[in-house]
């Protein structure tokens, strides 16, 4: 340690302050070896001495209790109404304004979701709507609109329009699951073909009526009966507006 | 046990009209305000005005203490600070050193010389602070006559730790040549006057 050194710890030294020990062992070895730093030390601990002396002089110092009595009269005469309501800590305040912004954001939020639905324009067509396609280990509704063809029609295009078959005929069941048709036809739920194929359908497509062979059951991990392997199953493909096939029924 | 109520809850109490909470708040803090404006000013009736002028600013505006900042003590040094120096400004010159001291360290169990000689020097180092400019005053009545840490002093004075160390630093410096320059003198004088009496 040189002087500058012993220079910035002296006071804190000679006044009994808390300070790391090896900077006190340095500095006292220090003034140990140089007689200008013993000398100021030295002067540093006798003025502590004496203000310690004139700071218990002043101990017993008070206001008189004239003051006292002053003060409590000054108190009466302050109405309780005139006294300061007490502060929100300044914690409280921060709490309060983050409170008013996140319920202005929120405010500021739904408006601007209600504005952007009011400027949105007004669909003139709806698309058609699309029998939700079952995702693995589920049953999709079936729609009657998807039931496919009756009778001779073998192949039946979708134009999805509403007014076509809006309504489900009488003794065609709306529950999902295996759909009887009628009397003559029992189809299973739609399986997806791609990810997404409820989403790919969103905006319309159109299902055709197909003759598959019947092991095409077993790629879709249905059961196979091989006494009738060579025999043909039919199939309803739905297709989406790109041309691709997005989802497959069986029908017997 | 009972638990004592802290300071802060007496402010709370006080502000909601509760007197016995004022009471007890300033038989508490008024040794701390009135010592510190005596050491700053050096006059005892200027410290009481100074006391009975901060206690009415707590009654007044208590509101404006927030516990975050610091203790209900350091906001009371703080306000007694600011009531000090405006006060000084006002009136230059506080000479009157002439309290009950004297009595107080008379009644001491030691012999007349030596209560003498330690009045003496009492009164020397009083009168050492007293002219030391009010800046560099406050930090040795904070930090050396009050036992304030370098971080309440800092919170009542309003400024870093680092200030409060550079300016005890300081003052100590200045108290310990002035100090030695009125010792000189003394010797001096004593010197003259024993020269005269053998003359």
Redo the contacts between chains.
């Keep these: 340690m040189n002087c500058q050194r012993f220079e910035e710890v002296v006071?804190d030294i000679a006044?009994e302050q808390i300070i790391e020990a090896g900077a006190r062992e340095a500095a006292l070895s220090h003034s140990d070896g140089c007689g200008v730093c013993a000398v100021r030390l030295e002067?540093?601990r006798a003025?502590?001495l004496?203000?310690?002396?004139?700071?218990e002089?002043?101990e017993?110092?008070?206001?008189?209790a004239r003051?006292?009595a002053?003060?409590?009269a000054?108190?009466?005469q302050?109405a309780?109404s005139q006294?300061?309501?007490?502060?929100v800590?300044?914690?409280r305040q921060y709490q309060r304004r983050y409170l008013f912004g996140a319920i202005a954001a929120g405010l500021l939020i739904v408006f601007g979701l209600l504005a952007m639905r009011a400027l949105q324009p007004v669909p003139v067509a709806r698309a058609p709507e699309i029998p939700p396609i079952a995702s693995a280990g589920t049953r999709a509704p079936t729609d009657p609109q998807f039931l496919p063809p009756t009778g001779r029609q073998r192949v039946s295009g979708y134009a999805g329009s509403r007014n076509r078959s809006s309504k489900p005929k009488s003794g065609v069941s709306t529950k999902p699951g295996p759909v009887k048709n009628g009397s003559t036809e029992i189809a299973t739920d739609f399986l997806p073909l791609t990810y997404g194929a409820a989403t790919n359908l969103e905006e319309g497509g159109r299902m055709v009526r197909v003759d598959l062979p019947h092991s095409a059951l077993a790629t879709f991990g249905l059961p196979v009966n091989m006494d009738r392997a060579n025999e043909r199953v039919k199939a309803d493909v739905l297709f989406g507006v790109d041309g691709l096939a997005q989802a497959i029924r069986f029908v017997r | 046990m009972a638990t004592q109520v802290t300071d802060s809850e007496l402010v709370r109490k006080m502000l909601g009209g509760d007197k016995t909470a004022f009471a007890e708040l300033y038989r508490r803090r008024q040794r701390d305000v009135y010592r510190f404006a005596l050491h700053m000013t050096g006059a005892a009736d200027l410290a009481e005005d100074v006391t009975q002028e901060v206690f009415i600013v707590l009654m007044k505006k208590g509101n404006e203490y927030d516990e975050l900042k610091g203790s209900v003590n350091a906001f009371l040094l703080g306000v007694t600070r600011n009531y000090v120096l405006r006060r000084l400004r006002k009136e230059r010159s506080f000479v009157s050193i002439d309290d009950t001291l004297g009595d107080t360290i008379a009644a001491e169990n030691a012999s007349v010389n030596e209560a003498l000689a330690r009045n003496e020097s009492i009164q020397a180092m009083r009168r050492a602070v007293l002219k030391l400019p009010p800046h560099y005053r406050e930090v040795v009545v904070l930090c050396d006559l009050q036992e304030l840490s370098y971080a309440e002093a800092a919170a009542v004075l309003d400024s870093k730790i680092g200030t409060v160390r550079s300016r005890l630093h300081r003052a100590r410096g200045l108290l310990i040549e002035r100090l030695r320059t009125s010792s000189d003198e003394t010797a001096a004088e004593k010197e003259i006057e024993s020269a005269r009496c053998f003359a």
């Design positions: 006071n006044r002067d540093e003025m502590t004496r203000l310690r002396e004139l700071a002089a002043m017993s110092a008070s206001a008189p003051v006292e002053r003060l409590l000054a108190f009466d302050i309780p006294l300061p309501a007490p502060r800590s300044a914690a």
